[in-house]
C-alpha cells in the first residue's frame, strides 16, 4: 500500500510550516500560465504548489500531464494539487488516473454529516495512492472561474468542532472559513475585520496540538493587498491558494494587447509579466531561496 510519508505537497508544506514562510498553490489554466508559475519558482529558488481546477482538466485533458512533466523536471520543489474536486466520481477518475500529488476533496456543498462521511471514503481512497487530501471545514462563501458558486449556500464559519471533526476524518491539510470568501473581495482588499485572524490562530493552536502533521490552507486571496498575506502566514496559514491575485497582470497584458502584438510576441511578454508577479509574491510569502 503507498503512504504519504513523501508526498511532495506535504513535504512542501511541512517545510514551510518548519520556516514560518507562505508557499504560493497557483491556480493555472494553460500552458503559458504553467511555464511563467515553474519558471519564478526557478528563478526565485521557491517552491510551488501547480493547481487545476477539475472543470480545466476536461477542457484540457493533457494539461495535468504536462504539468506533472514540469514537477518532474523542475530543480525546485513543486507539487501538482487538483484544488476543488466536488464530484465523487470524478475523484476517483482523478486518483486512478492522473499523477497528482494532492487533491481537494471538497464536500462542503453537503450537509456537515454527509460532508465528513464522504470527506473520510475519499480520504482512505486517496491515501491508499499515496494522494494528499485537502478539506474545507465550514463553508467559504462566493465562487470564482472554474469553482461552481455556492448560491444560495450561507458561509458558515470554521469552529472548534468542525477541526476536531475533520482531523478525526483523516484529512492532511485543512482549508478554514474565516470570513474569507471566493471570488473578488474590491480594490482594497477583505473589509476591515472581515477576516477573523484570532480565529485562524486558535484553529492552528488547536491543530498543533491535536494533530500537528495537519497543515492550513488559506482560500480566497483574490485582491490580498501584501500586508493582509503576511498576517495570514502568522497566524498559521502556510498553503496559500492564488488566482486572480497572480492572474490579473496576465489577463490584463492579453486583453489591452492582444490586437496590436504579434501572437508569440504577446504569449513571450504575457508569460515576463506573469513570471515578475509570481516572484514578487514569492518574495512577500519568504518562501524566496527556500529551495
Keep these: 500500500m503507498a503512504t504519504t510519508r513523501d508526498n511532495r505537497t506535504l513535504r512542501i508544506l511541512s517545510n514551510a510550516a518548519a520556516g514560518k514562510y507562505g508557499v504560493l498553490a497557483a491556480v493555472t489554466y494553460n500552458i503559458e500560465q504553467l511555464t511563467a508559475l515553474v519558471r519564478a519558482a526557478e528563478a526565485k529558488r521557491s517552491p510551488l504548489i501547480i493547481q487545476l481546477f477539475p472543470s480545466t482538466l476536461k477542457q484540457l485533458p493533457t494539461l495535468a500531464h504536462a504539468a506533472a512533466a514540469a514537477v518532474k523536471n523542475a530543480t525546485v520543489p513543486i507539487s501538482l ?73 450561507e458561509a458558515l464559519y470554521t469552529s472548534p468542532q468542525d477541526v476536531s471533526n475533520f482531523l478525526a476524518a483523516n484529512i492532511d491539510i485543512l482549508a478554514p472559513s474565516i470570513g474569507n470568501i471566493h471570488g473578488d473581495y474590491g480594490p482594497s482588499g477583505p473589509a476591515p475585520n472581515q477576516l477573523d485572524f484570532a480565529r485562524l490562530a486558535s484553529i492552528n493552536e488547536q491543530i498543533q496540538k491535536t494533530d500537528n502533521r495537519v497543515l492550513i490552507a488559506l482560500h480566497g486571496t483574490n485582491d490580498f493587498p501584501p500586508e493582509i498575506m503576511k498576517q495570514c502566514i502568522s497566524s498559521g496559514a502556510i498553503k496559500l491558494n492564488v488566482n486572480k491575485l497572480l492572474l490579473k497582470v496576465w489577463n490584463e497584458y492579453v486583453r489591452d494587447n492582444a490586437k496590436t502584438t504579434p501572437f508569440v510576441r504577446l504569449i513571450d511578454e504575457g508569460m515576463e509579466v506573469l513570471q515578475k508577479e509570481t516572484e514578487r509574491w514569492m518574495d512577500i510569502c519568504e518562501s524566496s531561496g527556500k529551495a
Design 81 to 153: 494539487h487538483i484544488d476543488h474536486a466536488q464530484n465523487v466520481d470524478h475523484i476517483r477518475e482523478i486518483i486512478a488516473t492522473l499523477p497528482v500529488d494532492s487533491v481537494m476533496v471538497d464536500m462542503s456543498h453537503y450537509d456537515e454529516a454527509e460532508n465528513l462521511e464522504k470527506t473520510k471514503i475519499l480520504a482512505k481512497e486517496c491515501h491508499a495512492k499515496g494522494i494528499a487530501v485537502e478539506a474545507e471545514s465550514g463553508r467559504i462563501e462566493g465562487g470564482e472561474d472554474g469553482i461552481a458558486d455556492t448560491g444560495d449556500l
